[in-house]
T-cell receptor
Framework: GAGVSQSPSNKVTEKGKDVELRCDPI?????LYWYRQSLGQGLEFLIY????????KSGLPSDRFSAERTGGSVSTLTIQRTQQEDSAVYLC??????????????FGDGTRLSIL | DAKTTQPPSMDCAEGRAANLPCNHS???????VYWYRQIHSQGPQYIIH???NNETNEMASLIITEDRKSSTLILPHATLRDTAVYYC??????????FGSGTQLTVLP
């Protein structure tokens, strides 16, 4: 079956521009997660959605980052006024149930964001 | 969530079983052990998870010690495509998965 789909797979943009990253979770998965992975680093948690709600946004690195989810499905991560330190691979994951339900997260292949 | 300790690297001959160890001595009663792997330029791939009983699926087997302080992921017949970084993660109610450094498994022809 279809896995988590992320687009674009690669994005190169100039410093100061806004970018939107899209995630299509596995159909029926109620929980959706955003992480980022910098070169040679571990995964940094950004935000998670249960349905359309994001109970905790404290993982977002700054107020330039925002995310939304509509219809309990597609999610968009927006970075405004991009900076070079935003360069990373942005990963999305989804799971059938909420955190604590012990159901695994399934990841997409990410969007590789490069800020010039 | 409990911290895990894994060897930084391991080699395995193609066709042989790969046994990847993980220590999680501070695991608590409601925390599961998850295994993921990441091949270069791809997202992490879920492999298997378990609480206290041994688990097997089409990809691998997971052996958890009786005291739950350690576990072993077994790839029964390793292939070159199994070369990846393997992550052992202990997670309970926390919303995010915390990935450590993992084990770089290299399957040799």
């Amino acid at each position: 079956g279809a896995g988590v789909s992320q687009s674009p797979s690669n994005k190169v943009t100039e410093k100061g521009k806004d970018v939107e990253l899209r995630c299509d979770p596995i159909s029926g998965h109620t929980a959706l997660y955003w992480y980022r992975q910098s070169l040679g680093q571990g995964l940094e948690f950004l935000i998670y959605f249960q349905g359309n709600s994001a109970p905790d946004k404290s993982g977002l690195p700054s107020d330039r980052f925002s995310a939304e989810r509509t219809g309990g499905s597609v999610s968009t991560l927006t970075i405004q006024r991009t900076q070079q330190e935003d360069s990373a691979v942005y990963l999305c994951a989804s799971s059938p149930g909420p955190p604590g339900s012990n159901q695994p997260q399934h990841f997409g292949d990410g969007t590789r964001l490069s800020i010039l | 969530d409990a911290k895990t300790t894994q060897p930084p690297s391991m080699d395995c001959a193609e066709g042989r079983a790969a046994n990847l160890p993980c220590n999680h001595s501070t695991i608590s009663g409601n925390e599961y052990v998850y295994w993921y792997r990441q091949i270069h330029s791809q997202g992490p791939q879920y492999i298997i998870h378990g609480l206290k009983n041994n688990e097997t699926n089409e990809m691998a087997s997971l052996i958890i010690t009786e005291d739950r302080k350690s576990s072993t992921l077994i790839l029964p017949h390793a292939t070159l495509r199994d070369t990846a970084v393997y992550y052992c993660i202990v997670a309970g109610s926390a919303r995010q998965l915390t990935f450590g450094s993992g084990t770089q498994l290299t399957v040799l022809p």
